[in-house]
């Protein structure tokens, strides 16, 4: 099974609008410069890598404008799973449609840490984001201290689960547009990335657990990517490992030479 790569960048609570159409130009000379050979640049919407970039809600429109020009969409980095409601501060699904977008990331470890989400919130959303015909990017990983206790299958298991507990009415083929991110807490942000023989086996593990509860042509079709100081320099390497789909990209996707080269990896990979 032949699975799409996906490069997702993830600009967290950074740029300004202002900032947006600079980058966008500055990524396309890096990329033009670069020339993936396998495609050519013309043609990245098409035969590529999906490339797109989770932006704060205010940068979402000109993001869109900047980014569908070069066939890159834009997606939330976060919303709410109810229809609408007193919600004080929260951005629903139909708000984000609104303005055309349908993809968001949910459960990022930055919203579970300092926002309070839990296993319980994410499914829920997740929910949502299928109801909602929405494309989410769900984030799963765990922390250092379970990670030396020797917990890591065991938190990833619960996350997987919570992810898909609350999509038993709903078909395969409408499960299509999910997309697990695996970002182990530990090496977000710190520059120390997990070795891809690592992230392999917990990419291999959360595609059994998606086997497991969804059964095998799901599982075989299900992309996973990986989050954690995701770089031009270890995107080679991670893209070996047979059940690497992609990158969640935070610090690198803020630079747009170091994301074209990242970009330019995805369609060599
Ligand atoms: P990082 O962030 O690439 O800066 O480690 C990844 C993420 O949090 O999505």
Redesign the pocket.
């Given at each position: 099974m032949i699975r799409r790569k996906i490069l997702?960048g993830?600009w967290?609570m950074n740029k300004l609008n202002v900032d947006v159409a600079p980058f966008f130009k500055q990524l396309k000379e890096s990329l033009e410069k670069l020339q993936p050979t396998k495609s050519g640049f013309n043609s990245i919407a098409e035969n590529g890598p999906e490339v797109l970039f989770?932006l704060p809600f205010p940068l979402l429109v000109g993001g869109m404008q900047a980014a569908s020009f070069y066939g890159y969409t834009v997606a939330a980095q976060n919303f709410h799973w109810a229809d609408a409601g007193a919600f004080t501060g929260e951005v629903s699904a139909a708000m984000l449609k609104e303005i055309g977008v349908t993809s968001t990331?949910i459960g990022?470890?930055?919203r579970r840490q300092f926002f309070g989400e839990t296993d319980q919130t994410v499914a829920k959303k997740v929910k949502q984001a299928i109801t909602q015909k929405f494309s989410p990017i769900v984030?799963v990983g765990e922390t250092l201290e379970e990670r030396e206790k020797g917990l890591t299958h065991q938190v990833i298991e619960r996350q997987i689960k919570s992810v898909f507990q609350d999509l038993g009415d709903f078909s395969t083929k409408e499960l299509a547009s999910l997309v697990i991110?695996y970002?182990p807490v530990w090496?977000?942000?710190?520059?120390k990335?997990s070795t891809a023989e690592d992230a392999q086996d917990v990419h291999g593990f959360i595609r059994k657990q998606a086997s497991t509860l969804r059964g095998e042509a799901f599982a075989q079709s299900l992309r996973i990517l990986y989050?954690?100081?995701?770089?031009p320099k270890n995107i080679v390497e991670l893209f070996t490992k047979p059940d690497i789909d992609g990158?969640?990209?935070?610090?690198?996707?803020l630079v747009a030479d170091d994301f074209a080269k990242m970009i330019a990896a995805a369609f060599e990979a």
């Open positions: 997702a993830n967290k989770a990331l990022h470890s930055e984030c991110a970002e090496a977000i942000g710190t520059g990335a989050g954690g100081s995701a770089s990158a969640l990209v935070g610090g690198a996707s």
